[in-house]
């Protein structure tokens, strides 16, 4: 609802803030005859924009009434505008004129462009009261307006037209989804494979060859035959010496070393050429054990670790060697002459053999098939 701006005092210039212009009502505003001549301002009106209009567009119609310090002018309430329509609040304002003693009141009508073709706006009244009490009207003069239309009528239109489907192939997000998929099933292929690694045990270590066993367990002895001797116990260090070289023999040369006699293993020693020792060396390491086993031979320590250097020199000297293949052991029974085969160096149980100026040990020791 546009409200008049007060007039300006003497103590008061004129504010040139707009303020909503206001319309008298219907019991306020009686039909008012025009103003006299001497009494009618100057009444001008412009309209933006000037150029192409088209229906739909926003205009501003700006009316400036230059009167004397005192008269009132408003806008007759629910002006013409046809064929336009107000499109917002109609505001006014007062400014000072140029001229003494004459006040210039702007005010402002927003429209909007409905009908095409060339139309003309106004004229619009306004209504006035003079300060010596004089009212009545005046009018602008009519704006003539070209207003296109956004669209053209057509004198033939096409037919109605098939529909169109609105849905298109998207290969797109179908090679997006396999790519995906793809690289889900390598994810988890390659989480199971890193957990099955995980509990995958370490492979175990190769076992030690019979040469490394060997060694260990005569390093073993080397250590503990002091003791064993002090305790009188030369046979059992004597057969678990024996024992660590026939069981590296038979590991060597695929036979049960351990079950065979000596002369058993001397007779299979002659058909193993691949041995890398000669087989005597071995034979009489042998049998020299074999007199303190069973002929309750003497051993000193000295006498004990030359055995132990000699069985760990077949044992070294042998392992670099190529096993042979194996082959069935000789046949344990009577040998070619009808005889069964035994011990040649063991005497009978219950026996002793004959105290000599030197140890049996250090005595002479015949090849094997001698």
Not at 255 to 280: K, M, S
Request: glycine residues 6%; proline residues 13%.
């Amino acid at each position: 609802e546009a409200t008049p701006a007060p007039a300006p005092t003497a103590a008061q210039p004129p504010s040139a803030e707009a303020t909503p212009a206001r319309a008298p009502t219907a019991a306020q505003a009686p039909a008012l005859a025009p103003l006299p001549e001497a009494d009618r301002p100057e009444v001008d009106i412009d309209v933006t924009p000037s150029g192409d209009v088209h229906t739909g567009d926003a205009l501003r119609a700006t009316i400036t009434v230059t009167a004397k310090t005192g008269d009132e002018v408003h806008l007759t309430p629910a002006p013409d505008v046809a064929p336009f329509e107000i499109a917002g609040q109609i505001t006014s304002r007062h400014e000072r004129a140029a001229r003494a003693g004459m006040r210039r009141t702007v005010i402002t009508v927003p429209l909007v462009a409905l009908k095409p073709g060339d139309v003309t706006l106004g004229p619009l009244r306004l209504d006035v009261l003079t300060a010596a009490g004089v009212a009545g009207t005046v009018q602008t003069r009519a704006v003539p307006i070209h207003v296109a239309a956004l669209t053209t009528g057509e004198v033939a239109p096409k037919p109605p037209s098939d529909p169109v489907s609105l849905m298109e192939p998207n290969p797109r997000f179908w090679w997006g989804l396999g790519v995906a998929s793809l690289l889900l099933a390598l994810a988890v292929a390659a989480v199971i494979w890193r957990r099955r690694r995980a509990q995958r045990p370490a492979p175990a270590a190769p076992p030690p060859s019979p040469a490394e066993v060997a060694l260990a367990e005569l390093r073993s002895l080397r250590q503990t035959l002091p003791r064993m001797l002090a305790e009188g116990r030369a046979e059992r260090w004597t057969d678990e010496l024996s024992d660590t070289l026939r069981r590296y023999l038979g590991a060597r040369c695929g036979f049960d070393a351990l079950e065979r006699t000596t002369h058993e293993i001397a007779r299979y020693l002659r058909d193993a050429p691949a041995l890398a020792v000669p087989a005597g060396e071995v034979v009489g390491f042998l049998r020299r054990c074999d007199l303190v086993k069973f002929a309750d031979a003497p051993l000193s320590e000295a006498e004990g670790a030359g055995l132990l250097d000699e069985a760990e020199r077949v044992v070294v000297a042998s392992r670099a060697s190529r096993p042979p293949a194996p082959s069935a052991p000789p046949p344990r029974g009577p040998d070619a002459t009808g005889s069964t085969a035994s011990p040649p160096d063991a005497p009978p149980e219950g026996t002793r053999t004959a105290p000599s100026e030197r140890s049996p040990l250090t005595a002479s020791t015949p090849e094997v098939g001698s």
